[in-house]
């Protein structure tokens, strides 16, 4: 199965919805009953409130004077309102970020408990190793001891060093020597592994102020890359971690991950609305090549169903 389709597998739930609702509408006059109808199964998609009524707020103008339910013609406004929204933060990818960027560039990966912050750091550090660059791994996730060997297995297998410290060491202390070890290398990319912790919690994103304060007090200018790793499973609790580690540490990119189950994909819609943060990766497997740059007209069309995916 190719990486396409698993995308388009993965957003079935979001399609779904969206996809009934449009079914309902065919063959049926557009009185309001009708979009009230159609509107309830957007929102339930979880593309926000504001999506939304922009989406209706241009449906009824178009359908304004007509009998018909015009189906494809509410398909063809979602999907455009869908792109205007998703086409501004189809940021840069992170190779190109990489190659415009300094040396060692700094990548620093934050997210809640669970969101796959290691495997998707290990994966992006295989990238940058497969394209001929040296990437350093920083465990700073030193508060879970499983998380400092997880790291340790990656690495082992894609052929790349980790600077870690023992269990229970300061997280802070450890960005410092990768940081530091990655100038004595002459690494071309850090990418620093932190722990999972709860936006709500204010001691736990104070040390990830601290690490991020010691990342710039060691090479000024970074961490040039922060990115928020984001369980597309989670519908609208996304967004609200989106706000937090934005506002403590100014997230700059989002890679949105486990996009190949019950994922509630509509989200990413929600979240480039509000926030405006480029979208540089997501996630439909465990494989390396399961990990892909954002595309927007890509994941329109695999939410919609707008064309039949290639299956290479």
């Known amino acids: ?84 929204v998703l086409m501004p933060v189809q940021g840069l990818s992170l190779d190109l970020l990489l190659v415009k960027g300094p040396k060692p560039f700094v990548i620093l990966a934050v997210g809640v408990n669970g969101v796959g912050k290691t495997t998707t750091i290990a994966k992006i550090a295989q990238r940058f190793a497969q394209a001929g660059k040296v990437p350093l791994l920083v465990a700073c996730d030193t508060f879970r001891a499983a998380a400092i060997d997880q790291l340790q297995v990656w690495a082992d297998r894609i052929g790349v060093s980790v600077i870690g410290h023992r269990h229970g060491a300061d997280p802070a202390a450890v960005a410092f020597d990768g940081i530091a070890a990655a100038k004595a290398r002459k690494a071309d990319v850090i990418l620093i592994d932190t722990a999972g912790r709860l936006h709500t919690k204010s001691n736990l994103m104070d040390e990830l102020r601290k690490i991020v304060r010691v990342i710039a007090q060691e090479c000024p200018g970074a961490p040039h890359e922060v990115l928020l790793v984001l369980d597309a499973t989670v519908g ?5 971690q ?26 990413v819609v929600a979240i480039a609305d509000e ?18 740059d954002f595309q927007s007209s890509a994941f329109v069309d695999a939410l919609l169903g707008t064309t039949a995916l290639p299956t290479a």
């Open 1 to 84: 199965m190719g990486w396409l389709q698993r995308l388009s597998d993965g957003l079935t739930k979001t399609r779904d919805v969206v996809r009934e609702s449009l079914d309902r509408l065919r063959g049926r006059a557009a009185d309001p009953a009708v979009l009230e109808e159609f509107e309830a199964a957007l929102i339930a998609s979880d593309i926000g409130v504001r999506v939304v009524e922009r989406v209706m707020e241009r449906l009824k103008k178009q359908l304004q004077g007509t009998d018909a339910s015009q189906a494809d013609r509410v398909h063809s406004v979602l999907r455009d309102t869908l792109l205007d």
């Open 236 to 240: 609208q609790n996304a967004l609200s």
């Open 275 to 292: 926030l405006k943060l480029p979208v540089r990766l997501i996630g439909v497997g465990e494989s390396v090549e399961d990990l892909q």
């Open 242 to 267: 989106a706000r937090q580690f934005h506002q403590a540490v100014g997230v700059t990119g989002l890679v949105l991950t486990k996009l190949d189950g019950t994922a509630r994909g509509g989200i």
